[in-house]
């Protein structure tokens, strides 16, 4: 047993190690734009936004776009059958600028995700050659739109994705978001998007930057109309057909609140931990088990009378908390401090898995903003 233990252990310290790496060399290609000079004028940028049911977000999300410096916008808000006044809001905006156009979804066709459906339909309204999809709860500084076009322009790029500060108040949804985005950094490695020659692709709901000419010719939404993550699958699905492509850190310029409370992120990623993990009932067993083994184990095998897993242990948590504080310090606004309390952030991580795939499982598909998407539809669609 205790042989085994210490075979798992240098296995994962072989991996911490590579990814510290690969981490390391990756986050110095990973640009901040805030210090990209602003643009003051340039071609006609289309913002579209699609909400269902986001009225105590969506009206200061979409003043601070307005208050941009640049601007040469347009915005096309889609309201995507919502039942709380969203509509009303949009339509209010509307009437106060007249760069804003309001289109209203009632019905949602068969084989779409409704959010895909509202982008798809939102983004062929567009008069601009460039699209910014962004999600109806993002806070811009007022450079934030200037700042980005300029290096999209700069970089000569098809696509940029921009990634967000994220906002929380409570100690333990910032350990849990914290560990999230360590474990999505590790697992997706989105730095490698900024090089040329890898086929890693990465998007961010937050910030979606598209030339509409690269959009188009991938096949718009349509092309991922059932993928519950579909800002991740937009950004993989131009990397993959070769368009030019960069992940920017905009902590500074964008900020959203993405979930409230811990019981808020449970409940949020119902829909996009199942499909991360491919609808697979083997890569939900694996994740839990890697994710205990290599980040959980080792905080209580330290303690092992045995001197050869002890040490061991203890090179794994040196490893995790540079690996931890090299991603939170370029990633997060948060502290790398929540590395105290990395186990238990683990442990609450595994549980959101086992959630998600049970509701996954007992429901036979997921709900996502009132509708329900059958398991066989969502896996069908994403072979």
Known sequence: MKKMLAILLALCMIIWICAIADAFLGLRRLDQLEEEEELASGPLLSIVTAARNEAAVIEESIRTQLSQNYTHLEWILVNDRSEDGTGEIMERLAQEDARIRVLHIHDLPDGWLGKNHALCRGAGMAKGDIILFTDADVMFRKDAIGRALSYFRRQGLDHLTAAPALKA???????????????????????????????????????????????????????????????????????????????????????????????????????????????????????????????????????????????????????????????????????????????????????????????????????????????????????
């Open 169 to 383: 108040h409570s100690f333990w949804l910032k350990a849990f978001i914290g560990f999230f985005l360590f474990g999505f950094s590790y697992y997706k490695r989105p730095w490698q998007a900024n090089r040329p020659q890898s086929k890693t692709g990465i998007g961010i709901g937050a910030f979606n930057l598209i030339s509409k000419k690269a959009y188009e010719d991938a096949g718009t939404h349509e092309s991922i109309r059932m993928r519950p993550d579909d800002d991740l699958m937009l950004g993989m699905l131009m990397k993959r057909l070769g368009y030019r492509q960069k992940i920017a850190a905009a902590l500074e310029l964008l900020e959203v609140e993405w979930y409230t409370s811990l019981g808020e992120a449970f409940r949020g990623l119902e829909k996009n931990t199942f499909a991360g993990l491919h609808y697979r009932i083997s890569m939900v067993l694996l994740a839990i088990a890697g994710t205990f083994i290599s980040q959980v184990v080792p905080f209580f095998a330290v303690f092992s009378p045995d001197r050869l897993v002890m040490g061991l242990s203890a090179a794994n948590i040196i490893l995790l908390g540079g690996l931890y504080t090299m991603i939170s310090n370029r990633m997060t606004p948060f502290s790398s401090a929540l590395f105290l309390v990395f186990p238990l952030t683990a442990l609450l991580f595994i549980y959101s898995i086992m959630r998600a795939s049970f509701l996954t499982f007992k429901r036979g598909g997921i709900v996502w903003r009132g509708t329900k998407y059958s398991l066989k539809e969502l896996r069908r669609k994403n072979k």
